[in-house]
């Protein structure tokens, strides 16, 4: 609503300059290194005029971009979590489905998601439990605890699962 008033406006200008154009048209000469430009005095007015529109433009577009960056790069960090927290949640699907392997590959791969990278090194944590590779799930634990070294969560689910037996 607000461009409705800037609209008739230019539109009102432009009006009065035809009607003084048509009485008299002008001329315009410009001379510049051998060259020379013959017009009439509206012409002169509208290529000026659409000049500094497309500028006008040009240069809105450039200021927009600059605002185009964050917003892009937080659109892209959430979705990037969004994604994690899915995998993350489908690899303790595949954990209670006893699919070790899978379990394991899709929750190492998804470490970004702040807040569920913990439970992604535990849950890799117990898939190398069960499927007996006992250095990457005491590494897996070693990096739950120093993403979170004041949880206590890494270091009672490895005595957790020092008890257990892994399924081979």
Avoid: C, N
């Amino acid at each position: 609503m607000r461009w409705v008033i800037p609209a008739l406006l230019v539109l009102l200008i432009g009006v009065v300059i035809v009607a003084l154009a048509r009485q008299d048209p002008g001329y315009v000469m410009i001379q510049f290194r051998g060259w020379t430009v013959e017009t009439s005095l509206l012409f002169t007015v509208i290529a000026l005029s659409a000049g500094f529109l497309v500028l006008y433009v040009v240069i809105r577009l450039f200021a927009g971009a600059r605002r185009l960056a964050p917003w892009f790069l937080e659109w892209r960090h959430q979705r990037r979590q969004r994604a994690a927290l899915r995998a993350i949640s489908l690899g303790f699907l595949e954990l209670e489905e006893g699919q070790w392997r899978r379990a394991e590959r899709r929750l190492i791969s998804h470490l970004d998601a702040d807040g569920g990278a913990v439970l992604a090194w535990l849950g890799a944590a117990r898939a190398a439990h069960e499927l007996g590779a006992d250095q990457r799930r005491d590494d897996y634990l070693k990096q739950a605890g120093e993403h979170m070294p004041k949880a206590e969560v890494a270091r009672r689910y490895a005595d957790r699962l020092a008890t257990l037996s892994p399924a081979r």
